[in-house]
C-alpha cells in the first residue's frame, strides 16, 4: 500500500473550520483516498473517500490536489465531537479485500 | 442506523486459555474484518473473511487465531491458546462489496489476558 504521512496532532478552536493535510506523493492513478477518524475509546468510523474531484458529505469536504499528491480533510465547523484521530488511507482500487492500513494519524484536539 | 455489533465489550483471560470474540456484521454485507489495536498503537489489520473463506491475512495472523461465520449471521474470531501479547482492542468490520463502500467497524472487544 502506497504511504501517506499526516502530522502527528493539530489542534482547532469550536466553531472554527479545520484543514486536516495528507500528503501521498507516491499515490498510483489505481488508488482511492479515504479518511477514517477515530473518537476517543471507539471503533474507527468512515468520513469521506475521493479518486480525483473534491468531495463533500454530511460529516466533511475532501479537496485533492490536481497532482493528487496530497489532500486536506476539511471540517467546516469543528465541535467537541470532532475530537478523533483522522486516518488518511489509499486503497488500491485493483484489489478486491480492500483492507484499510491505519497510519498513525492526525490526533484533532477541538478547544471549547 | 444498521451497525456492527460485538460482544463481550470487556474479556478477561489467563495466557493459555482459549477466547472467542463475536461480531455480528451488518446484514446485507458482504465482506467482514478483523482489526486489532493494542494500547497506544495502530490499528492492525488481521484477517479478511468473503464468501465464506479468509481472503487475506496478515503475519499477525499464526496459526493460533480462526474465524469463522458459523450460521449466516455471526463473525467470531478464535485464539486458541491467549498470550500476554494478544492483549487489545479487537475491531470487527463488514462492508457490502466494492472499493467506494465504506467499511462499518464494532465498539470492540477489549481482550486482557493475564
Known amino acids: 500500500d502506497a504511504k501517506t504521512t499526516q502530522p502527528n496532532s493539530m489542534e482547532s478552536n469550536e466553531e472554527e473550520p479545520v484543514h486536516l493535510p495528507c500528503n501521498h506523493s507516491t499515490i498510483s492513478g489505481t488508488d482511492y483516498i479515504h479518511w477514517y477518524r477515530q473518537l476517543p475509546s471507539q471503533g474507527p468510523e468512515y468520513v469521506i473517500h475521493?479518486?480525483?474531484s473534491n468531495v463533500n458529505n454530511r460529516m466533511a469536504s475532501l479537496a485533492i490536489a490536481e497532482d493528487r499528491k496530497s489532500s486536506t480533510l476539511i471540517l467546516h465547523r469543528a465541535t467537541l465531537r470532532d475530537a478523533a484521530v483522522y486516518y488518511c488511507?489509499?486503497?488500491?482500487?485493483?484489489?478486491?479485500?480492500?483492507?484499510?492500513?491505519f497510519g498513525k494519524g492526525t490526533l484533532l484536539t477541538v478547544n471549547p | 442506523e444498521p451497525e456492527v455489533t460485538q460482544t463481550p465489550s470487556h474479556q478477561v483471560t489467563q495466557m493459555g486459555q482459549e477466547v472467542i470474540l463475536r461480531c455480528v456484521p451488518i446484514s446485507n454485507h458482504l465482506y467482514f474484518y478483523w482489526y486489532r489495536q493494542i494500547l497506544g498503537q495502530k490499528v492492525e489489520f488481521l484477517v479478511s473473511?468473503?464468501?465464506?473463506?479468509?481472503?487475506?491475512k496478515s503475519e499477525i495472523f499464526d496459526d493460533q487465531f480462526s474465524v469463522e461465520r458459523p450460521d449466516g449471521s455471526n463473525f467470531t474470531l478464535k485464539i486458541r491458546s491467549t498470550k500476554l501479547e494478544d492483549s487489545a482492542m479487537y475491531f470487527c468490520?463488514?462492508?457490502?462489496?466494492?472499493?467506494?463502500?465504506?467499511?462499518?467497524f464494532g465498539p470492540g472487544t477489549r481482550l486482557t489476558v493475564t
Open positions: 468490520a463488514s462492508r457490502t462489496g466494492g472499493i467506494k463502500d465504506e467499511q462499518y
Open positions: 475521493g479518486l480525483t
Open positions: 473473511f468473503y464468501n465464506n473463506e479468509i481472503s487475506e
Open positions: 488511507i489509499l486503497m488500491y482500487s485493483g484489489g478486491s479485500n480492500y483492507k484499510l492500513t
